[in-house]
């Protein structure tokens, strides 16, 4: 299951991509299979941690009342998170949320970017551990707040209770259990990796093909182009898709809030 | 028994076919409300955004689970 990745230098590279193209070799000890210290995907997370600490330091260490570029933009995302997430879903209390929102929003964003940006070209979201850890904070965090703002007990009648007669809740009961505890952890994970997996593996799908296309004949070899312009327009696509989970991970991770926070069913 | 055809493959290729029927419908009728309520209605287009992420996002996960599990239950 974990065998080596696909090399093209080499020119090896096995047409059907597979799920072993994404346990790459490790960095250190370089090469190494099933190392699991430090690999590209390790890089990749603590570069993106660093990259928005130092980003958000840096354009907001001197806030201007005029603001410079730099700080110009920092401010544009925090407050398109602000607004247009936290105050949009939430109402008024939303501002309370919306430095966590950004942090999702621009964690997310960056580590889905990865599948797209040059040599790196996969991202640390295709594999389920990811996600899934970015979902358990979102789920706590919305089960904390609504324990928190209406007590244990009101809470979870509040989630499992919905206003209906009394002979149809044994029905009804298990369904908000199951899709507020478990389905909306799980889905919110699994959307995003599927996701990055899906999109990483439709590029490979592409560039691999053309390759596979150019070694098989003299006919076949002239349309691997085709299969690139493919792989280039695809990556148009990726691009969108990147945007759009960031955003969408975050909207979810918020409306889950503004349920934990609501008054009434 | 003699073969005159076969076919190779997964056949979780053919299950994800038929698992995408559903949320390809689902996803179409989620912009189409949109492009409609927009239509009648262009004020609310703004207002009526995060609600279609939102449904988009809820369906097009059952489309996602598909790919998961037909890697996962391929074997």
Not at chain 1, 178 to 189: C, V
Request: glycine content about 8%.
């Amino acid at each position: 299951m974990f065998g080596q990745a696909n090399v093209l230098a080499a020119g090896q590279a096995a047409f059907p991509p597979s799920v072993d193209d994404f346990y790459l070799p490790a960095i250190v000890p370089w090469g190494a299979e099933n190392a699991p210290w430090f690999t590209k995907f390790t890089l990749m997370i603590w570069l993106a941690v660093g990259v928005l600490i130092i980003f958000f330091l840096a354009t907001y260490r001197n806030p201007k009342l005029v603001p410079t570029k730099k700080q110009w933009f920092a401010e544009s995302i925090y407050g398109f998170v602000r607004n247009n997430i936290s105050v949009d879903m939430i109402g008024h209390q939303g501002v309370r949320f919306a430095p966590y929102f950004t942090t999702l929003f621009c964690f997310v964003l960056l580590t889905n970017a990865f599948a797209i940006i040059p040599f790196f070209q996969i991202s640390p979201n295709s594999h389920i551990a990811f996600p899934a850890i970015l979902a358990v904070i979102s789920y706590v965090l919305f089960n904390y707040i609504g324990i928190r703002h209406h007590g244990f007990g009101k809470y979870f009648k509040h989630a499992l209770i919905p206003p209906a007669p009394w002979y149809i809740l044994p029905l009804l009961i298990p369904i908000e259990a199951f899709s507020t505890f478990i389905i909306r952890p799980f889905s919110l994970a699994v959307r995003l990796f599927a996701n990055m997996f899906a999109g990483h593996m439709l590029l490979l799908v592409f560039t691999l093909g053309g390759f596979a296309m150019l070694n098989a004949n003299a006919w076949l070899a002239p349309v691997s182009v085709v299969s690139w312009v493919m792989t280039v327009a695809l990556t148009l696509l990726e691009a969108l898709v990147i945007v759009l989970q960031a955003y969408v991970f975050t909207v979810l991770s918020a409306s889950y809030i503004q349920g934990a926070l609501a008054e009434e069913h | 028994m003699d073969y005159v055809a076969a076919v190779e493959g997964s056949t979780a290729a053919i299950g994800y076919g038929l698992a995408a029927i559903g949320p390809g419908i689902g996803v179409g009728l989620v912009f189409a409300a949109y492009i409609q309520s927009t239509a009648r209605q262009p004020e609310s287009s703004r207002m009526t955004l995060p609600y279609v992420w939102i449904g988009f996002a809820v369906i097009e996960a059952l489309a996602l689970f598909g790919i998961a599990f037909g890697f996962i239950w391929a074997g």
